[in-house]
T-cell receptor, first 111, second 112 residues
C-alpha cells in the first residue's frame, strides 16, 4: 500500500541537540514538502523539493535544512535545537494535479 | 502576496443539516482547488479537489468553484458529529509550480 511515513512521531529533546526528522513515501512522487504548524494555527511551508537533488526554501524562514538524495526520502535537520523550534512538523508528497498527501507528523518539543 | 481567506469560525451546525464552508482566493491564475479536513492533533486529509467551474459531488460532500468570483465552497450534507474538524481550503500558486497556499481553516462543530 502506497503511503507516507514520518519518524519519530513524538520527540522531546534538550536545547542545542542536533535532530533529524525522517520522511519517506512509497508513492513514487517527485515532489515533497515540509510544513510547520503550531496548535490551532496555520500551516507554513518551510521547504520543498521537485525531485532528487532539488531543494527550495519555503515561505516561512526556518533554521532547518533538508536533503533529497533519494526520491522516496526527504529528511529535515535542525543542527542546534532551540525552544522556539517546538512545533508540529508535517511532511507531504505531491501527486498529480498539485494534490498533496500528508504524513502523520512529528510533534517536536525542545526543552 | 497571494492569499486564501476563510472564516475561522467556529461554525456550529445541527446534526443532519447542511454545513456550508466558504473560501476566497486572490491569485487569478490559480487552476487547482482543494479542501482538506484536519482533526485536532492530526495531519490534514484531502477530501475534495476541483479544477473547473461548477459543482463536484463525492458522497455527502460537494465542492463548488466560481473562478470569475474567485470563490470556492464546500457543502457537507447530512452533517455527522464525526464531521467536526477544521476544514482547510487550499489553492495552487500559479507562478510557482506545485506549491499550494493554505487558508487558515474554518472550525466546524456539529451539535447533536
Amino acid at each position: 500500500e502506497a503511503d507516507i511515513y514520518q519518524t519519530p512521531r513524538y520527540l522531546v529533546i534538550g536545547t542545542g541537540k542536533k535532530i533529524t526528522l525522517e520522511c519517506s513515501q512509497t508513492m513514487g512522487h517527485d515532489k515533497m514538502y515540509w510544513y510547520q504548524q503550531d496548535p490551532g494555527m496555520e500551516l507554513h511551508l518551510i521547504h520543498y523539493s521537485y525531485g532528487v537533488n532539488s531543494t527550495e526554501k519555503g515561505d516561512l524562514s526556518s533554521e532547518s535544512t533538508v536533503s533529497r538524495i533519494r526520491t522516496e526520502h526527504f529528511p529535515l535537520t535542525l543542527e542546534s535545537a532551540r525552544p522556539s523550534h517546538t512545533s508540529q512538523y508535517l511532511c507531504a508528497s505531491g501527486g498529480l494535479a498539485d494534490t498533496q498527501y500528508f504524513g502523520p507528523g512529528t510533534r517536536l518539543t525542545v526543552l | 502576496q497571494k492569499e486564501v481567506e476563510q472564516n475561522s469560525g467556529p461554525l456550529s451546525v445541527p446534526e443532519g443539516a447542511i454545513a456550508s464552508l466558504n473560501c476566497t482566493y486572490s491569485d487569478r491564475g490559480s487552476q487547482s482547488f482543494f479542501w482538506y479536513r484536519q482533526y485536532s492533533g492530526k495531519s490534514p486529509e484531502l477530501i475534495m479537489s476541483i479544477y473547473s467551474n461548477g459543482d463536484k459531488e463525492d458522497g455527502r460532500f460537494t465542492a463548488q468553484l466560481n473562478k470569475a468570483s474567485q470563490y470556492v465552497s464546500l457543502l457537507i450534507r447530512d452533517s455527522q458529529p464525526s464531521d467536526s474538524a477544521t476544514y482547510l481550503c487550499a489553492v495552487n500558486e500559479y507562478s510557482s509550480a506545485s506549491k499550494i497556499i493554505f487558508g487558515s481553516g474554518t472550525r466546524l462543530s456539529i451539535r447533536p
